[in-house]
């Protein structure tokens, strides 16, 4: 009953800060229920210090979520399945280039930005730490999360060759990281000489191109019941198999299941749409998808803003993080740009494209349930003060301006937003 009643709450909260937010805040809705369950949060706290009690069982109660469990192996499967299952394969395959270089690419050189800047900020605000553990909040931290990414652009309106460059690498890119931060983990845990390169490498392989693998064998499967039967109850059904079973299948092979689930996504959303069902079928699949997409971001973003309640954030600290959004936006163009102006004349590449590109790499909660994940031996408390800062930051100022910003530079479209 207690994960019961945490759900129910969850939910109950959700509701009605969703309420709130679309009656008279009218903000996105992932960036309107974050920042009410933020300043719910901080009401709380100050409460909490003015001896009110039953702060102290709310903060309990949030304390005994496991963000990275709940995210990591339950919500993040469904999210990355709903987004990839509408993300139109052929604009991604001209634009893969790109896509394919800001994921690996992009990810490892933001990685190694973020690292080296971190180990030679810290020591001048007071912290010293590793160079490892750099390694680790520069993995954590760069990838954008298609969550945070895919809720905001359903708000901007921009051309579709530029938003499936944003979306496709945000699909893949929080893969590659979370493979890269395991590998590094690895390190961090057993030390250079039980973490050998071989190692990493058969780690990495495994990981990564396992999880590719099994996406497709998973997608093509369902896309080959899919093709066999006209029963949009069963097809639902299908697809909510290939998801939960596909996770699990990963979690056994130590493999990546975002890849796998994100690949089995795409062929489903491609193939099984176009080949395999009706136009009732989609209908209801679309339907089904959209709705569970909402309600989990929906909870996702109040459980973001509800962690406040149990982080112990100092000044320090706060600093840091400060110094570390610049950082990491500072990576991002970087990480951007660089990649990308190798492949110019495959690419539409200009100023205007890598201000988007670089101001729309939001952080969301794939960076948070990763920094939770390291144990207390660990700088885990400044990492995850510091990640948390950086990604209530990207969520709310980049996803509250992202908008605006394409309009004023000319990119946006007259068409409704959306990936069909």
Not at 23 to 44: E, K, N, Q, V, W
Not at 223 to 230: G, V
Not at 393 to 410: A, E, N
């Amino acid at each position: 009953m207690e994960l019961y009643n945490t759900l129910t709450l969850l939910l109950v909260i959700a509701a009605a800060f969703g309420y709130v937010n679309h009656r008279f805040l009218r903000l996105p809705a992932t960036i309107g229920l974050m920042i009410l369950a933020l300043i719910s949060s901080l009401i709380a706290i100050g409460l909490g210090r003015l001896g009110v009690h039953w702060v102290l069982t709310a903060s309990e109660l949030v304390r005994g979520i496991d963000f990275h469990d709940v995210l990591m192996d339950v919500m993040l499967s469904f999210l990355l399945f709903a987004g990839a299952l509408h993300v139109d394969v052929r604009t991604l395959g001209a634009e893969r280039g790109a896509v394919g270089t800001m994921a690996v690419v992009g990810t490892l050189l933001s990685t190694l930005l973020v690292a080296t800047g971190m180990y030679y900020l810290l020591p001048l605000m007071g912290f010293r730490i590793d160079y490892i553990y750099c390694l680790l909040f520069g993995a954590l931290i760069s990838p954008t999360d298609p969550i945070a990414v895919m809720g905001i652009l359903k708000q901007a309106r921009i051309s579709k060759n530029l938003e499936i460059k944003i979306v496709g690498e945000s699909l893949f890119n929080d893969g590659i990281a979370v493979v890269v931060f395991i590998s590094l983990f690895q390190i961090a845990l057993h030390g250079t000489d039980k973490a050998s390169a071989s190692f990493i490498g058969e780690l990495f392989l495994r990981e990564a191109a396992g999880g590719i693998i099994l996406g497709v064998v998973l997608g093509y499967a369902a896309y080959w019941a899919l093709r066999t039967i006209d029963n949009y109850k069963v097809e639902v059904l299908i697809t909510l198999a290939l998801v939960m079973g596909g996770t699990a299948l990963a979690s056994a092979w130590h493999t990546s299941g975002p890849l796998a689930i994100v690949v089995a996504g795409l062929i489903v959303g491609d193939k099984g749409r176009s080949k395999g069902m009706s136009d009732l079928t989609r209908e209801y699949l679309d339907k089904f998808w959209e709705m569970l997409d909402e309600i989990l971001n929906a909870v996702l973003f109040v459980l973001i803003g509800l962690e406040m309640l149990i982080l112990d954030i100092s000044k320090a600290v706060l600093l840091v993080g400060l110094a570390a959004i610049v950082l990491t936006l500072l990576a991002r163009v970087i990480s951007v740009s660089l990649p990308l102006s190798f492949l110019r004349k495959r690419t539409d590449f200009d100023l205007n494209t890598l201000k988007v590109l670089s101001w729309g790499g939001l952080r969301g909660g794939i960076s948070v349930a990763l920094a939770l994940s390291l144990p207390d031996t660990m700088p885990r408390d400044l990492i995850v003060g510091t990640t948390y800062v950086v990604v209530v930051f990207s969520i709310i100022v980049q996803g509250l301006t992202i908008g605006p910003l394409v309009k004023k530079l000319g990119l946006s479209t007259t068409s409704e937003p959306g990936m069909h």
